[in-house]
């Protein structure tokens, strides 16, 4: 039986090779056609099954696709998507946790600047663009 497998796991390798493999949007992809299949138990089924099965299908071709630069150009971007919602998350996070005693500005070139809470006006000076900000705390 191992033998089987280990020939197995062989072959298989020898399939992949030269193909994209699976990637982080390939794996959301799978989870979220799977999400939508149990959902699908629950409510109307036709256009959920459909949903699901383009995404597990869109997600098998990504997978075994042999353009691998355009596969990683869809990667990345999908990464930079990522990025912006962490970053996002990250920001509403620590304002929540900071909003006793400290207020966040965003300056001109889009730099997010936290100052401390009761001191009046002051100059707020953006290390990011060098711009100067007059803003009450």
Known sequence: MRDFLGRLAMKYQAFMMGRYGQD?????????????????????????????????????????????PKRQKEGLAYERFLGKIKGFSALQKNKWRDRKTHRYFKCTCGAVLRVPKGKGFIIIHCPKCKNDLTKKT
């Not at 629950?42 to 995404?55: A, D, G, Q, T």
């Open 24 to 68: 982080k949007l390939s794996l959301h992809m799978c989870w979220l056609s799977l999400l939508i299949c149990f959902v699908s138990m629950f409510v109307w089924r036709i256009p959920l099954l459909l949903i699901y099965s383009l995404l597990l299908l869109l997600a098998l071709f990504r997978t075994f696709s042999r353009n691998i």
